[in-house]
């Protein structure tokens, strides 16, 4: 599905952040292993000047510029990668992410009202196990850890990580679910429960039958729709999304 260039393009920065650092080198390696491409790899993907990695994450959806920056400094991942582009004089970079915010203007105005129902105001869903909430809804917490030296007299900033993993905004408690994760489930197409594509995994068609005394037949009480991995109901825009009836 990656085609040749874009290839090329990570086995360079793979090469560029060995150089960088070992530690964030592994981070790197992992995720795109497993196909992420979320905020930290086109981080510096717009850090090392490669279009190519950012232009096909974009198009392909695989990351969403709206949401909320890891970085607190920016408020939303599109506004981070512009800056972190325009830092490194990424100029391909900033003409591209400059190109898709004005076709976004251009677009969504005249047709505002005839978007709505469309995938666009899709809310993914993830249950906090603890209080039941959407964190989608309710929000949810990324916490970031900070190395800070003493070098000479002076308290230097060394290095700074995401933690690997979430809170629900409502009750603190630990999500079951990573920062990458995150991008995956927003999907229409993955399973709020596994995360599984239901493309992939496929969907089970699920009835409950009770046995009727008169016409001595079996009759369906109760349908559900559910992913064949984990068994859990599928959401009500999904049936939609899939047609399924
Ligand atoms: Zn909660
Ligand atoms: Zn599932």
Redesign the pocket.
Known sequence: MIDKLVQEELELLSKDLYLESPSVWIDFVGKVNDNVFDELVLFFACKYNYLSIVKFSIENNLINLNFPSRNKEFKDIYSHLLNTAKNNSSKDIIDFLVSIKDNDSKKSKPKENKSKKNNSSYIPSFE?K??K?NIFEEGYIISEEKVIKLIGDKLIEESESTLDYIK?N??K?KLDLSPSDINIISKINHCSNCLSDLTEVGILDKKTMKYNENTKSFDTVDARYVCTKCESTINEKQKEYFKLK
């Open positions: 906090c603890n209080c909430a629900c409502r009750c408690s």
